[in-house]
């Protein structure tokens, strides 16, 4: 088992920043692919951000690239998400995300292509 605990989020005004953060525990992560993804109240989960833990190669969902950013600390196990340029649209609950193995290229924005989640952490912008 994996155990994820997301910190971060909160409210923001519009144009602002927050960074979340996600500590994994329970397992190598060797090769995880780890992430965030996020719902809106009424709406689907809909994939952010995700990376290989193993090389880094990062994923992004269109409505964020060039907004935000996914790394990681190796040495603490932790992901990160940096928001920036917060718009309304992006309130939503967000959830940190793992899978082992990782998800293939054509799965990696796929939600349900992750078998570990968080509780999910907040994230409101204001108008």
């Known amino acids: 088992q994996v155990q994820l605990v997301e910190s971060g989020g909160g409210l923001v005004q519009t144009g602002g920043s927050l960074s979340l953060s996600c500590t994994a525990s329970?397992?190598?992560?060797?090769?995880?692919?780890m992430g965030w993804i996020r719902q809106a109240p009424g709406k689907e989960r809909e994939f952010v951000a995700a990376?290989?833990?193993?090389?880094?190669?990062?994923y992004y969902a269109d409505s964020v690239k060039g907004r935000f950013t996914i790394s990681k600390d190796s040495a603490k196990n932790t992901v990160f998400l940096q928001m920036n340029s917060l718009k309304p649209e992006d309130t939503a609950v967000y959830f940190c995300?793992?899978?082992?193995?990782?998800?293939?290229?054509?799965?990696?924005?796929?939600?349900?292509?992750?078998?570990?989640w968080g509780q999910g952490t907040q994230v409101t912008v204001s108008s």
């Open positions: 990376l290989r833990w193993n090389g880094g190669t990062t």
């Open positions: 329970g397992r190598a992560l060797t090769n995880f692919g």
């Open positions: 995300v793992a899978a082992d193995p990782r998800p293939i290229t054509s799965q990696a924005r796929n939600p349900g292509a992750y078998r570990y």
